[in-house]
């Protein structure tokens, strides 16, 4: 993916699951590392509420459309759930008010197991909510391999 060609090949989606996953390891080993020093209600919570808020009200109604178009605030909820910027927000401001703590780490466990182990990254308006094949991007995904062997 460039500034021009903003989409990603099979090659390139996959290293940037292998980054996800790299960092996910990291993040795992420092939650096993001070397993005794987490507060279990507020790591439960930071995990919990990123799909509570941003996946699952968009996904009730991707289902409850049966194939027509949702809101494009499900997509942004998602998006704005999903997304390091506001989460590191969110523990900023978690770590002034209350304290740094290891629970904390439950966000990026989160948000790198999502993209390493689910493929998720953030979701363009112009696609269902779920993951589906668009037969626009399966052709110009077979022609652009065409193109490239």
Request: hydrophobic share 50%.
């Amino acid at each position: 993916m460039d500034s021009q060609n903003r989409f990603d090949s099979k090659g390139t989606y996959l290293l940037a699951r292998a980054e996800a996953l790299l960092g996910l390891g990291v993040v795992a080993f420092l939650a096993l590392r001070h397993l005794g020093e987490i507060r279990w209600g507020p790591f439960i919570l930071f995990f919990a509420s990123i799909d509570l808020v941003g996946y699952v009200p968009g996904a009730i109604a991707h289902r409850k459309a049966r194939g027509k178009p949702i809101s494009r605030v499900y997509h942004a909820l998602y998006n704005t759930m999903h997304s390091f910027l506001w989460n590191a927000a969110v523990a900023g401001a978690w770590s002034l008010a209350v304290r740094p703590e290891w629970a904390l780490l439950a966000i990026p466990i989160h948000l790198l197991g999502d993209r390493a182990l689910f493929g998720n990254f953030f979701k363009p308006f112009a696609v269902p909510f779920e993951p589906e094949a668009l037969p626009a991007f399966t052709t110009f995904e077979a022609s652009l391999a065409r193109t490239t062997t």
